[in-house]
């Protein structure tokens, strides 16, 4: 049986997102916290390049406040 989703799935891991922190987490919901962590931003203005995936859209619509997201 072929899984027909499968080369879909590939060719949107080949956009990519550029996220940076703008915002400190500093009173930030723990749970906001380690979103943040996850996503890879551990400092003030660091940017990470992330797929862009519906993992990671999710990921940042609830951190949004303190993100900036930019396409790469």
């Known amino acids: 049986m072929k899984r027909f ?3 879909e799935e590939f060719e949107m891991a080949d956009k ?3 996220v940076t922190l703008i ?8 749970k906001n916290k380690k979103t ?8 003030l203005y ?8 519906a ?3 999710g990921a940042l619509r609830k951190v949004a406040p303190y993100v ?3 396409e790469a």
Do not use: C, M, Q, R
């Not at 660091?46 to 995936?53: I, R």
């Open 5 to 7: 989703w499968v080369k």
């Open 16 to 18: 990519k997102l550029k």
């Open 23 to 30: 915002k400190s987490t500093i009173g930030a919901v723990p």
């Open 36 to 43: 943040i962590e996850a996503l890879g931003l551990t400092k």
């Open 46 to 53: 660091k940017t990470v390049e992330l797929p862009d995936n």
């Open 55 to 57: 993992a990671t859209a």
């Open 68 to 70: 900036k997201v930019e």
